[in-house]
Every structure is written in structure tokens, then in C-alpha cells.
């Protein structure tokens, strides 16, 4: 399992499934499934620094 933070309202970790890898956070979100580990963590990157839908000012 890669810890991407341990602060902030996302945590997000990596898991791996067989041949596949995925990240998850603790807001519910889920990526899809990589073969690339190293994608898998950078989805999970991507999920953190996405303005969430309370952050969006109009």
C-alpha cells in the first residue's frame, strides 16, 4: 500500500489486485484499475489536488 497524504479532507492509497493496481480514497473515489503502479499513484495525486465540488466558487 503507497500513502499519498496523511493530512487534508483526501487520503488516498494504492492497493493492488492481481496484476492490476488501483487507488482509492477515503472520500468513497475509487481510480480504475492500472498495470502501471506508477499510474495508479498518479491518479491518486490527480484525485487530491481536483478541486472538490464544495471548493468550486462561482
Known sequence: MHE???????????????????ARCSCG???PAR???D???TDATDHERA???GD???
Open 29 to 31: 473515489w475509487s481510480g
Open 39 to 41: 499510474r495508479a499513484r
Open 4 to 22: 499519498q497524504s496523511a493530512t487534508g479532507p483526501h487520503q488516498t492509497t494504492t492497493m493492488e489486485r492481481g496484476s492490476f493496481a488501483l
Open 51 to 53: 478541486p472538490s465540488a
Open 35 to 37: 498495470r502501471s503502479r
Open 56 to 58: 468550486v466558487r462561482a
